[in-house]
């Protein structure tokens, strides 16, 4: 009666054993994998603006430029402007020159996650591309929102009117 009580206990301590922890050799390992998508790079600004003259200037802000970069990395990004020149209809038609145009940026733009952004402070002339935010040390989803402003210096010989140019944006 002893054996058969040794036996069973014996027994029931192997199986057990075997219940709470199987053997390694009944393993089964599963590779488990997922992407995450990145998003786009983007640059928004209003459609229209108008600017105030006061003595030889017209300037005022385009606001709010704002980039969102959705990319999900590690490269940052610049955001442009560019003008072209501001032409004033019939009668009387005139021009002034995309080379009267300048363009400056907040050096610390307002800005969500992680990157450094930077504005250009000096007003710079956009009459071909030119730099105007830029982003650096970027990790993730970032954002920046600044307001750019535009100046346009008036000739001497103005002739009075409505004039209409085009500032664009463009982020890379």
């Known amino acids: ?39 786009a790079l983007t640059i928004t600004a209003p459609t229209s603006q108008a600017l105030t003259v006061t003595g030889n200037t017209a300037s005022g802000g385009i606001t709010p430029v704002v980039v969102s970069d959705q990319r999900l990395g590690i490269n940052g990004w610049t955001a442009s402007a560019i003008s072209t020149a501001f032409d004033k209809p019939a ?6 020159p995309a080379t009267a145009v300048t363009y400056s940026a907040p050096l610390l ?11 250009v402070l000096v007003p710079q002339t ?29 000739p001497s010989d103005v002739v009075a009117g409505t004039y209409t140019g085009v500032v664009t944006h463009s982020v890379a």
């Open 1 to 39: 009666m002893r054996k058969t009580i040794f036996t069973t206990a014996v027994v029931a301590g192997a199986l057990a054993a075997a219940v709470i922890s199987p053997a390694v050799s009944n393993a089964v390992p599963t590779n488990v994998t997922f992407t995450v998508a990145g998003g």
């Open 91 to 96: 009668p009387d038609p005139a021009s002034i």
């Open 109 to 119: 733009p307002a800005r969500t996650g992680v990157s450094t952004v930077a504005g």
């Open 126 to 154: 956009i009459d071909s591309t030119k730099p105007v935010v830029v982003a650096t040390a970027v990790i993730g989803a970032n954002t920046a929102t600044w307001t750019g402003t535009v100046s346009v210096a008036l």
